[in-house]
């Protein structure tokens, strides 16, 4: 049984409540209104502010050019990139905060759907722009591990009988990069329950598992066996 990830928490809600009334307290210093109304009343104006500052504090980071999802999906381009990425950002498990603002991100744009906001609504297509190239990319990245750099390391290594030393010691870096990108893969896509569109790449990225292969199983849980050992 899961719970909702929907759910929110009191420090969560004591945060929005306190951020309504400094928005309200500053329409009112602006507006320099002294009525009872006034001073007790929350306005469209003063929710929207507070959606923005939310939505601004939670995606803008994560989405921007520094952020989680285009560092990645730049990293997904490069060889040894989703290592790198890792490196990068493992005192902060990159993973589990890369789904938790994919998650945000959409629960923020059904519950921010309502306001007329110009700032929200370049989030959200920021965001979901950002989305789109990284599944892009990382699907290509598992396309190009699993459907050509695996099995090229598989034949290779099933016929190391015919390389010359110089040749297979040739090898040993491209299988170290290959391995560790490839345990990097899975564990991004090892989540049970990810987040769309993350989820539509899962089922391919698994089959990197070396329990997914047939005869070159063996061969390919020696690639792997280089970065989990």
């Excluded at 890369?98 to 920021?126: C, D, I, P, T, W």
């Excluded at 990319?137 to 396309?143: F, P």
Aim: negative net charge; hydrophobic residues 35%; proline residues 4%.
């Amino acid at each position: 049984c899961h719970p909702s990830r929907d759910n929110g928490n009191g420090r969560t809600v004591r945060n929005v409540i306190e951020a309504l009334q400094r928005a309200m307290a500053r329409r009112v210093v602006q507006s320099k209104s002294t009525d009872k109304a006034s001073l007790q009343t929350l306005t469209l104006s003063d929710l929207q502010v507070v959606a923005e500052e939310q939505a601004a504090a939670r995606l803008e980071g994560p989405c921007g050019q520094t952020g989680l999802v285009t560092t990645l999906a730049e990293a997904a381009t490069k060889k040894a990139g989703l290592a790198m990425w890792n490196k990068n950002y493992q005192l902060s498990n990159p993973n589990e905060q890369l789904y938790r603002m994919v998650r945000e991100s959409q629960r923020l744009s059904k519950s921010l759907s309502g306001f007329n906001s110009a700032l929200l609504g370049n989030l959200q297509r920021q965001c979901k722009a950002g989305l789109t190239d990284l599944v892009a990319k990382l699907n290509k990245k598992i396309q190009v591990t699993c459907e050509e750099d695996l099995p090229e390391m598989t034949s290779t290594l099933e016929n190391t009988g015919k390389l010359t030393v110089a040749q297979f010691e040739a090898l040993v870096m491209p299988m170290q990069i290959t391995s560790q990108e490839a345990f990097y893969l899975l564990k991004i896509f090892s989540e049970e329950e990810l987040p769309s569109p993350l989820d539509s790449l899962q089922e391919p990225a698994l089959r990197i598992d070396p329990g997914a292969h047939g005869d070159g199983g063996a061969s390919v849980d020696c690639i792997l066996s280089v970065e989990s050992g």
